[in-house]
């Protein structure tokens, strides 16, 4: 392998939308899609007169991504007007935050586990600034005459992490963002659902001669702008490295400049202004007062933080003796471990409880195409859930039954068992009552018991499936097993 | 009943209670005197008839609300003007702008809705500088305002309609915007009382933006009491406009709702008894050069008045007062030139025939809708906030609003013995002839100079007439300066002032034309 | 401070205002030249802001006081889209219609 001639400098700057219910400085819902510009109101589609109210949940989750981020919060941050025509700009400008921010100086480790030949190992990433912002509306471009304007968006509300260069390769550049994106699912930020835009990502990229153990003087670097797939960051980049290295081999002179990806050819291209450097004329927003809050504030947030992800992923597999994968999925939301350890609270099977989640509760809501965090707080609450659990631990009904009623347990106010005792469907735990099941069983299939005697003992589950049809399920399974082959192997 | 339209507000509101006259009656005589004094006047962009007529017919067949009733209407049945620039919803909201001419609003303003609730009837939409941009209502698309002393003369500006409108007796209060002097300079060059509130006090929802640190919505009347009574139904908090303040939070403020119980105070009591420990600053910088003989002369004398019945006159300085002028104007145009971005034929107003391309839609669209003053605030306010000018133009300015704002805490901090209210002149001359300025904006800024500082410093004025110029016999406007969110003391003392001086009455000029009828 | 043609022209372009509308040659020509003229003026009034002392001095870009707490996050649709885009120039299937982006 040749030595590397340059080393590649990245820095990102991330658009986030957050999970608020309405947009940042007006009631209409935060919300993609609809019919176009369905979910507009005087404020949002820039009407005369029309003036904005900051949305205070906006704020709390800028402080929350802030925290998660290692940043200092800045108990006093100002909005600015920053200033440009497009169609999709109702107001002619942005509301967006230049000096100071909510939120400073943070830091990221990049845990490079998943990224086999990497340079470098787990690098601390710098976070410059979070600040909050308003999002544009959209253009589709219909047709060679027109565009069409769509401000459903316009006001989506925004967080825009800015980190320093800290980036040495593309992939460094991708796998940031997807460990971002894991740890703002985690702590309920975001949707983040890339295909509808919910991040979004620039790309700060120069090339400068490389030393070992880097340094030295930047160079003129490009920036790419809205990229939505971890894929085209790293394509962008990759592009752009080539891009910039040929020139400068070449003995060109790289401009500092905007640039688009265009991810069927992969390759990007110079957006050429006539009108030169962009000239934003930033000034506070006189119509929104600074934000301002207490320390206090800022406290009752981080104490609000869950444990951190990595944590709950080692205490669940070891503790609490969770297999992976199932610890992986409920340790993705923060919202639904909270869920699991709360019902955990309430009776003591760790693996009956994630089985629940996992196997019942996630499927129906999927089913239902509803949120689990909205069924979780109507419908089944912890405490259903821990009972349930019991219900299932104590043999009162089998799991089969369940599976049968759960749709309809999430429905009613009927508890399990009683939905159970109502169709004849509690557990049957009665030796006498099964004694009779399986003495039938063994008489109506005289074959089979005789190959079973024979040797052929993995006909028993034959013999459990019999009784199980008979009882409806209810049968209690480990039950069922003994007095079959008390019966059998007489 | 033809000359309902000559009583004061408050009579009105009597009367009508009473069942003396109904509301279509009212409504009835003030359509009369629109007929008699426009076009000549030119106060209003539209005329609500139709509606006004039918509202009334509704309000007089539901009859007045009963004393007690849980909404007290206080402005039941009173015909009112909007300033053209406060969204009355379904009906058109022009700015004076060709390029808002078709522009109808779907939303009421906060302020129309509260008087919509008190029960105000509204019977026109007035005319006024574009944008509220000048200080004579010449600058309007619809053409300019006469002053109802003398048509040949301005009315000021630029709430130049709502001022000449409630002075003529086209209907009896209007509200206005005051971004610097908007409402207290027409008030002043027409003889009536304008108010314009602390910044915060009033919501600006629905009122379209010219400099949003800046801009109050206020009332214009033809008396204190009654400009009084319109200030208590539009103030108060709005959470639809985040600069709205809590003033239950404010330490020494009286609520809304003590002003017009403070300004019948000021009516009733002797006025040595409201006199009694009141500190009244006269600013050196707002009485020195610059200020025509007449205006001087008449502005004066209530002063001397005040004193004679026990008020202490104290002079005071401010000195950054050299600086407002430059500060204001480069502030107001920034922010305007920002507000005005929105104005760009993509949603509304007016689009530009066939344009080339999206940039031709921005540059004809703007170009063709705005006129050359509102294009100069633009340019202004563009030059004052782009790349290498900020520094040395928009901050230093707005530190500067700071020193302003740092004067007028010393000269009303009531604990080291400053004063209650400070009073000056509203303008530096009465009401000029019309065209006289025109081709030199600079000098007509410089007509701004007595009105713009507190909308810098974002504290109260009211203006309300001291007499006629001796020269010109047009009406000479005095200005008391307030403690923030004081509008309650301002409105006492004027009331007071308002019984210490002569009447003017009202304007002659209009009145050969009713006669003739 | 001296305000030139093109720095007129440049700061035309970010407004996007065309001074010159309907005006062609000689005459869009004047008609510039006097707008610098006028502008220069007011801006070289507005030097007089350098005479002042602000060292130290927190800017005060609003007189705002006593505002109120951000408001709660709560959703309210009041408005239909016909009446939001009863005014718009053009529209078409619900969408704003401009000249084409780009």
């Not at chain 2, 908007?182 to 509130?197: F, N």
């Not at chain 2, 909308?455 to 109260?460: A, K």
């Not at chain 2, 004027?494 to 009447?503: F, S, Y």
């Not at chain 3, 007129?8 to 062609?24: A, C, F, I, P």
Request: proline share 6%; with cysteine; net charge negative.
């Amino acid at each position: 392998m040749s030595v590397a001639k340059w080393e590649t400098v990245i820095g990102l700057e991330v658009h986030v939308q957050i999970k608020t219910a309405s947009k940042l400085f007006c009631r209409c819902p935060n919300k993609f899609g609809g019919e176009p510009n369905t979910r507009i109101c005087p404020v949002c589609s820039g009407m005369p007169g029309a003036l904005p109210s900051l949305n205070s949940r906006a704020v709390a989750l800028a402080v929350r991504t802030g925290l998660a981020l290692g940043c200092r919060i800045n108990l006093h941050s100002v909005f600015s007007r920053k200033s440009y025509f497009y169609p999709d700009l109702p107001g002619g400008f942005q509301t967006s935050q230049l000096e100071p921010p909510i939120c400073e100086t943070g830091r990221f480790v990049l845990n490079t586990r998943n990224m086999p030949g990497a340079h470098r190992q787990n690098p601390e990433i710098r976070i410059n600034r979070i600040h909050m912002e308003d999002d544009a509306g959209k253009c589709i471009h219909a047709t060679d005459s027109a565009s069409l304007v769509d401000l459903n968006r316009a006001g989506t509300p925004l967080v825009e992490i800015v980190t320093e260069p800290d980036f040495r390769s593309p992939a460094e550049a991708a796998e940031f963002m997807r460990q971002l994106r894991q740890l703002l699912l985690y702590l309920d930020i975001t949707d983040g659902n890339m295909e509808e835009g919910s991040m979004r990502c620039d790309v700060n990229i120069s090339l400068r001669p490389f030393h070992e153990g880097g340094g030295g003087k930047f160079g003129v670097r490009s920036e790419v702008k809205n990229l939505n797939s971890f894929a085209s960051i790293q394509e962008a980049a990759e592009y752009e490295e080539e891009r910039q290295r040929d020139a400068l081999e070449s003995g060109q002179a790289l401009e500092q400049e905007t640039r688009h990806f265009d991810p069927d050819s992969g390759s990007t291209w110079a957006m050429r202004s006539k009108e030169g450097a962009p000239d934003y004329r930033y000034f506070p927003n006189p119509d929104l007062p600074p934000v301002v809050f207490t320390q206090s504030f800022v406290d009752e947030i981080a104490a609000a933080l869950p444990e951190r992800q990595e944590a709950r992923f080692k205490r669940y597999t070891g503790e609490l003796g969770l297999h992976a994968e199932e610890a992986g999925i409920l340790v993705g939301s923060a919202a639904l471990a909270g869920y699991f350890e709360a019902a955990l609270a309430l009776q003591p099977s760790p693996k009956r409880t994630a089985g629940l989640i996992l196997g019942n509760f996630l499927p129906e809501c999927s089913r239902r195409e509803v949120e689990p965090a909205a069924l979780m707080a109507d419908h089944f609450p912890p405490a259903r859930l821990a009972h349930t659990v019991a219900m299932l631990e104590q043999g009162k009904v089998s799991l089969r039954v369940l599976q049968d009623l759960f749709r309809e347990l999430l429905d009613g106010t009927d508890e399990i068992e009683t939905l159970a005792e109502k169709r004849g469907l509690l557990q049957v735990s009665d030796s006498s009552a099964l004694e009779k099941a399986v003495l039938d069983a063994i008489a109506a299939n005289p074959d089979e018991a005789a190959q079973y005697r024979g040797g052929k003992t993995k006909l028993l589950s034959f013999f459990v499936g019999q009784v199980m049809r008979v009882t409806k399920g209810a049968g209690n399974p480990a039950l069922i097993n003994e007095l079959l082959k008390k019966h059998l192997e007489r | 009943m033809s000359d309902l339209y000559r009583m004061s507000l408050a009579a009105l509101v009597k009367g009508l209670k009473n069942k003396e006259y109904s509301v279509t009656e009212a409504v009835k005589s003030c359509l009369a005197r629109i007929e008699a004094t426009e076009p000549r006047l030119n106060a209003c962009i539209s005329v609500l008839g139709e509606q006004a007529l039918a509202r009334a017919a509704e309000m007089d067949a539901q009859g007045p609300p009963a004393a007690n009733a849980a909404e007290a209407a206080p402005l039941w049945g009173v015909p009112m003007g909007l300033k053209d620039i406060i969204s009355l919803k379904g009906c058109r909201n022009t700015c004076a702008s060709r390029f808002m001419e078709d522009f109808v609003p779907f939303y009421d303003a906060e302020v129309t809705a509260r008087l919509k609730k008190a029960g105000a009837v509204f019977l026109v939409k007035n005319n006024l500088d574009e944008f509220a941009m000048g200080s004579t209502t010449e600058n309007s698309c619809f053409g300019r305002v006469g002053n109802p002393w003398d048509l040949g003369r301005v009315s000021g500006g630029s709430s130049g309609g709502s001022a000449a409108s409630v002075v003529a007796g086209q209907v009896f209060a209007s509200l206005g915007t005051d971004t610097g002097g908007s409402i207290r300079q027409p008030a002043a060059m027409t003889g009536c009382v304008g108010l314009k509130p602390t910044y915060g006090r009033v919501s600006r929802y629905g009122v379209v933006a010219f400099g949003s640190s800046f801009d109050q919505v206020g009332p214009l009347a033809r008396n204190v009491e009654d400009c009084a009574r319109v200030f208590e139904v539009i103030a108060g908090p709005d959470h639809k406009d985040a600069a709205s303040a809590r003033t239950d939070l404010y330490p020494d403020n009286l609520p809304e709702q003590d002003c017009l119980d403070k300004t019948l105070e000021g009516k009733g009591k002797e006025p040595g008894d409201v006199l009694k420990g009141v500190r009244i600053g006269v600013p050196e910088e707002f009485w020195g050069a610059g200020l025509d003989a007449e205006v001087e002369g008449c502005a004066m004398s209530p002063l001397k008045k005040l004193e004679e019945h026990g008020a202490t006159l104290l002079p005071v300085s401010l000195p950054s007062q050299k600086y407002a002028l430059a500060v204001y104007y480069i502030m107001s145009s920034a922010e305007a030139s920002t507000n005005l971005a929105r104005f760009d034929g993509v949603r509304y107003g007016r689009r530009a025939r066939q344009p080339k391309d999206l940039l031709d839609l921005y540059y004809s669209s703007r170009s063709q809708g705005f006129g050359e003053e509102v294009q100069r605030r633009i340019m202004l306010g563009t030059f004052a906030l782009s790349a290498g000018y900020y520094d040395a133009y928009y901050r230093k300015a707005a530190q500067i609003r700071r020193l302003l704002r740092n004067d007028f805490d010393r000269a009303l901090d009531l604990a080291s013995g400053g004063c209650h209210v400070l009073l000056a002149p509203a303008s530096p001359k009465t009401a000029w002839t019309a065209g006289l300025y025109e081709a030199d904006p600079l000098t007509t800024y410089k007509m701004d100079l007595l009105t713009i500082t507190l909308n810098l410093v974002g504290l109260p004025g009211l203006c309300l007439p001291a007499g006629l110029g001796k020269e010109t016999k047009m009406p000479v406007g005095l200005q008391i300066m307030g403690r923030p969110f004081d509008e309650a003391a301002m409105l006492r003392l004027g009331a007071v002032i308002e019984r210490l001086t002569p009447d003017i009455g009202l304007p002659g000029a209009l009145d050969g034309a009713l006669d003739e009828r | 401070m001296s305000v030139s043609k093109e720095r007129v022209l440049y700061t035309s372009r970010l407004g996007r205002l065309n001074l010159t509308e309907g005006l062609d040659g000689a005459e869009a020509d004047a008609k510039l030249e006097e707008f610098a003229r006028r502008m220069d003026e007011i801006v070289g009034y507005m030097d007089i802001l350098q005479e002042a002392d602000t060292t130290g001095i927190e800017p005060m870009f609003s007189p705002m006081s006593l505002a109120a707490p951000p408001r709660p996050d709560e959703v309210l649709q009041e408005y239909g889209r016909e009446e939001v885009m009863a005014g718009a120039p053009e529209q078409s299937d619900g969408f704003f219609v401009v000249p084409r982006v780009l």
